[in-house]
């Protein structure tokens, strides 16, 4: 069965940096669009950044946009964020996902995504 396992996540400080990373498993990943998103206590889930299945194209929430950069290796079936100057606000569960589509337009919204991993925690304090 597919699993994607989120890992990375922790606490530091605002301005800190973090790097997440979310490895896959029972899947074609090269196959699969990949895409990061986020929850925070009381709120829907949102998305952050998406790429696409050769990781020639990016995509970015506009919050994030110019601090956080995703990025794959398809040899690891392995996707990235790396998050920069973090604010409190950035404060969430993230999430990876995948999407198998042989479009090329990345979606932003959670209902495009076939398969989800259980999330890591970070937390920025202020």
């Known amino acids: 069965q597919v699993q994607l396992v989120e890992s990375g996540g922790g606490l530091v400080q605002a301005g800190g940096s973090l790097r997440l990373s979310c490895a896959a498993s029972?899947?074609?990943?090269?196959?699969?669009?990949m895409g990061w998103f986020r929850q925070a206590p009381g709120k829907e889930r949102e998305f952050v950044a998406a790429i696409s299945r050769s990781g020639e194209s990016t995509y970015y929430a506009d919050s994030v946009r110019g601090r956080f950069t995703i990025s794959r290796d398809n040899a690891k079936n392995t996707v990235y964020l790396q998050m920069n100057s973090l604010k409190p606000e950035d404060t969430a569960v993230y999430y990876c996902?995948?999407?198998?589509?042989?479009?090329?337009?990345?979606?932003?919204?959670?209902?495009?995504?076939?398969?989800w991993g259980q999330g890591t925690q970070v937390t920025v304090s202020s």
């Open positions: 029972g899947l074609t990943f090269s196959n699969y669009a």
């Open positions: 996902a995948a999407r198998n589509s042989i479009s090329r337009v990345l979606r932003t919204t959670t209902r495009d995504y076939d398969h």
